[in-house]
């Protein structure tokens, strides 16, 4: 009878088992170990063998671990919530968007007119004698007190007047053929403020590009800068602002278009 110590058994390889099938064979001995632990430390811990630091006293050994532990749990959970309060309040805070600025609406601009030379209201000269001849003759009356005339203020000289920068400027958008037609539609003097608002076609300025349209935007500007004006503001008919001067540096600040 052969020996089964021989060599040449022990040479045969070992047959093979699947990792999964002896996982499954170990966990209820895994599960079991692990019980027989826990009620050995409970155990230890009732009969005050756990070490405990020298404060405490020996007659209380068997509440110090689960007073540890307790207090451990309370900690864990007070900050699982406040970390879940402080991301609730993170998701509240909007992101930020596009800056939206309302501006107040003015009166619609209107044409300057010149101030009527005094001498065309005055009936001519010519005309004067004959009114009075057609006039009846007033009764006499008896004389009274001449009144001394008060002597008549001097007649100011009219100023000069002089062409508006912003009647030039709509002037010379309506001959540039770069600047579409009807794409400037007013422009609005704002005299407490030393500024000016365009109004501007809000679909003709969105067919524009973007370079386009700041190129536009800062030629105004300069023009409008150049004849002594602090602040200028281009807007859409419904007083949506479109671009303005950059408060810190220099150039043209511009904003979407409204979504037509």
């Known amino acids: 009878m052969p020996d089964p110590s021989s060599p040449d058994e022990r040479s045969l390889p070992a047959p093979y088992q ?3 099938v002896a996982l499954r064979e170990d966990i209820p001995a895994a599960v079991a170990d692990l019980r027989l632990r826990l009620q050995e430390l409970w155990r230890r811990n009732r009969e005050g063998d756990l070490s405990t630091p020298g404060f405490w006293p020996t007659d ?4 110090f671990w689960p007073v540890v532990l307790a207090l451990t749990v309370m900690v864990v959970a007070l900050g699982w919530i406040q970390l879940n309060t402080a991301l609730q309040a993170t998701d509240d805070v909007p992101a930020p968007g596009i800056e939206t600025i309302r501006t107040t609406p003015l009166p ?3 044409p300057l007119k010149a101030d009527l030379d005094p001498a065309l209201e005055a009936p001519p000269p010519a005309l004067q004698p004959m009114a009075q001849e057609l006039d009846p003759p007033l009764p006499r009356s008896a004389p009274t007190a001449a009144v001394p005339e008060s002597p008549e203020p ?3 000289p009219q100023p000069t007047l002089q062409v508006d920068p912003l009647l030039r400027l709509l ?3 309506d001959a540039d053929l770069s600047v579409p037609e009807g794409l400037l539609l007013a422009a609005r003097p704002l005299p407490e403020s030393n500024a000016a608002v365009l109004v501007l076609d809000a679909s003709l300025w969105e067919e524009l590009s973007a370079t386009s349209r700041r190129t536009l935007a800062e030629m105004w500007w300069r023009m409008l800068e150049d004849q002594g004006y602090d602040d200028i ?3 859409d008919a419904g007083y949506r602002l479109l671009a303005r001067p950059a408060r810190v540096g220099g ?5 979407d278009p409204p979504q037509l």
Do not use: H, N
């Open 233 to 235: 503001t281009l807007e």
């Open 171 to 173: 002037a010379e958008a």
């Open 108 to 110: 619609e601009a209107r």
């Open 154 to 156: 001097e007649s100011l």
């Open 18 to 20: 699947s990792p999964w």
């Open 251 to 255: 150039g043209m600040i511009m904003f």
């Open 60 to 63: 209380l050994a068997p509440l």
